[in-house]
């Protein structure tokens, strides 16, 4: 489903995916975004580039908690259930660039990863991983 913002508002433009289309809607359940909009919006602030939409698998999830960041264990005092396998979050991007250079890195949404991921990643190789392409 696409991502509805005008930007209205916001004090931002409408946010554009990778493949320069507007951007869609990464999960509602779980919330994520950096903003919890269910969106891999990003903004000054978010200084981890939240903005790659993956589809969690065991293996990516065991090799982020050996990196030292943990998805899969529930923080419930962060409002933060855990994350499963096949489960979408705006991953930072280079997190997942971390991961695909140790073969690890998860599939990607690409209609839902924002377009300044490519600072961190290369189109080529997110379209490899990507679930969206026809």
């Known amino acids: 489903m696409p991502f509805d913002d005008t930007g209205e ?3 931002r433009k409408p946010s554009r995916n990778v493949l320069g289309g507007r951007l869609e809607s990464c999960s509602a359940k779980p919330l994520t975004g950096f903003f919890r909009d269910g969106c891999c919006n990003t903004g000054p602030q ?3 580039s939240h903005t790659v939409c993956a589809v969690m698998t065991a293996e990516f999830l065991a090799f982020s908690k050996a990196q030292g960041n943990d998805l899969s264990t529930p923080r419930p ?3 933060f259930a855990g994350l499963s396998p096949g489960d ?15 073969g690890q890195a998860p599939r990607v949404a690409l209609r839902a990863t ?4 490519l600072r961190y ?3 080529a190789d997110l379209k490899r991983f990507a679930v969206d392409l026809n």
């Open 46 to 48: 978010d200084i981890g």
């Open 77 to 79: 005092e962060f409002g």
């Open 121 to 123: 990643c290369e189109l």
């Open 88 to 102: 979408r979050w705006c991953l930072c991007a280079p997190r997942w660039q971390e991961a695909l250079e140790a």
């Open 9 to 11: 508002g916001s004090g």
């Open 114 to 117: 924002e377009e300044s991921a």
